[in-house]
């Protein structure tokens, strides 16, 4: 069965640090891969997608995200958090080919910056 | 453009009793699906509707079933509620098209269900 493991469940950083919050996935097959985000009150928000192409994505607010195929690994970064970026991160996948858009996600990483 | 909305908010339930849950679909989409996320854990998909019929189905029990109507807009239904059925249930839509991999799936704010 597909499953999504984040490593990180609860982050605790200064404003200016450096971010790194790891994801892995176990599937055989092709997947795409999301990092979704949910700031305190809000909805789930796409952060960041990977499909295909340069395993480098780049998303919203200075994240980025490295997919390392040969790891099954597509870690989330950010080289200077802001106490804004204060919520809860989510890694999920998509197996290819799918005819849904079912989504598994990881149990999630609780970021907090302090200011 | 109107986002995804939920309805009710929060919701209060005893075990044994049935809940329906109703979501919004984002103006344009013609696909909803579901997930239903724990306390402190990711969301778990239930199912998906495409275009008023279930289209996947994930590893829940039948008394989780769902209808889809032809403006897009969704229903969640729950029979003999269980104690670990109280979650956050989310629901998702995207458009989508015939035999599509995957397309962008835009999240409401969840329906807080809390059986007692």
């Known amino acids: 069965a597909q499953s999504v493991s984040q490593h990180n469940h609860h982050v605790i950083l200064s404003e200016a640090a450096s971010l790194e919050l790891g994801c892995n996935y176990s599937y055989g097959g092709t997947v795409n891969l999301f990092w979704y985000v949910q700031y305190p009150g809000q909805h789930l928000q796409l952060l960041l997608k990977y499909f295909s192409g340069d395993p480098l994505v780049k998303g919203i607010k200075g994240f980025e995200a490295e997919f390392i195929k040969s790891k099954f690994s597509f870690n989330l970064r950010k080289p200077s958090v802001q106490w804004s970026d204060t919520a809860e991160y989510f890694c999920?996948?998509?197996?290819?080919?799918?005819?849904?858009?079912?989504?598994?996600f990881g149990q999630g990483t609780t970021l907090q910056v302090k200011p | 453009e109107t986002g995804v909305t939920q309805s009710p908010t929060h919701l209060i339930k005893t075990r044994g009793q049935q809940v329906t849950l109703r979501c919004s679909s984002q103006?344009?989409?013609?696909?909803v699906s579901w997930y239903q996320q724990a306390l402190g854990q990711g969301p778990q998909f239930i199912f998906q509707?495409?275009?008023?019929?279930?289209?996947g189905r994930g590893n829940f029990p039948p008394r989780f079933s769902g209808l889809q109507f032809p403006n897009y807009s969704s229903e969640l239904n729950v029979n003999a509620l269980e104690l670990d059925d109280s979650a956050l249930y989310l629901c998702?839509?995207?458009?989508?098209?015939?035999?599509?991999?995957?397309?962008?799936?835009?999240f409401g704010p969840g329906t807080r269900l809390t059986v007692l």
């Open positions: 999920a996948v998509n197996a290819k080919p799918s005819n849904t858009g079912k989504l598994i």
């Open positions: 998702a839509s995207s458009l989508g098209t015939s035999g599509s991999s995957y397309n962008e799936q835009f």
């Open positions: 509707y495409y275009r008023e019929e279930e289209n």
């Open positions: 103006s344009g989409h013609n696909t």
